[in-house]
């Protein structure tokens, strides 16, 4: 049952602060830095979840594993501009491979 309570709290919270975000006036969205910041904020929360995926281990030590390499290849093609599905298609076949070769 405690489950369906944080289920229940995340949910109210989410909610309020969607309504917090309706109440902000219109003014205070308008300035530039608040426009520059909401342009970057997204990028930068994606950078620290990814960030956070391929490096953190299970006690919240640093790993380096198959899926820094599979990173590595989709930051490769993506610097070689290569459409977003074969990015994907990369670091999937390198870090499949990897794992394959037992690392």
Do not use: H, N
Not at 9 to 22: D, I, N, P, R, S
Not at 69 to 98: D, E, H, N
């Amino acid at each position: 049952m405690t489950i369906w309570i944080a289920i229940g709290l995340t949910a109210v919270g989410c909610y309020l602060v969607k309504l917090l975000g309706l109440l902000v006036p219109a003014g205070a969205l308008e300035r530039p830095l608040v426009q520059r910041l909401s342009a970057l904020l997204p990028v930068a929360l994606l950078a620290a979840l990814t960030a956070q995926q391929a490096f953190g281990g299970a006690d919240g030590s640093l790993v380096v594993d198959a899926r820094v390499a599979g990173l590595v290849a989709a930051g490769i093609t993506l610097v070689l501009r290569a459409p977003f599905l074969v990015v994907i298609g990369a670091a999937v076949v390198v870090t499949a491979g990897i794992r394959a070769l037992g690392g």
